[in-house]
């Protein structure tokens, strides 16, 4: 029953920025990690950053590093995806994951298309 949805997504100019926001749902667990994942036309789905629930530690792939942040709302169960500096190879769709910590269950939203172009 756990349910996440993304929003956000869409077209910006190379340099823009966009922030995506995932609603989650259903969430009867309170150690779970939140994180995006993108993934490009012809390439497998990569990960790109995570926040914990507990202690709200971060984690970066190194190509977003200083360009994109993760962060909760305060008492919420959303995560957002700001990014910044946008760059071509930033288009993909971006996923937004639930894993639990310490037991099984992983989770997937529908996913959002960014597209960054001229």
């Known amino acids: 029953q756990v349910q996440l949805v993304e929003s956000g997504g869409g077209l910006v100019q190379p340099g823009g920025s966009l922030r995506l926001s995932c609603a989650a749902s259903?969430?009867?667990?309170?150690?779970?990690?939140m994180r995006w994942y993108r993934q490009a036309p012809g390439k497998e789905r990569e990960f790109i950053a995570a926040?914990?629930?507990?202690?709200?530690?971060?984690n970066y792939v190194d190509s977003v590093k200083g360009r994109f942040t993760i962060f909760r709302d305060n008492g919420k169960n959303t995560v957002h995806l700001q990014m910044n500096s946008l760059k071509s190879e930033d288009t993909a769709v971006y996923y937004c994951?639930?894993?639990?910590?310490?037991?099984?269950?992983?989770?997937w939203g529908q996913g959002t298309q960014v597209t960054v172009s001229s």
């Open positions: 994951n639930v894993g639990r910590i310490g037991a099984a269950g992983d989770y």
């Open positions: 259903g969430l009867t667990f309170t150690r779970y990690v």
């Open positions: 926040i914990t629930s507990v202690s709200e530690f971060t």
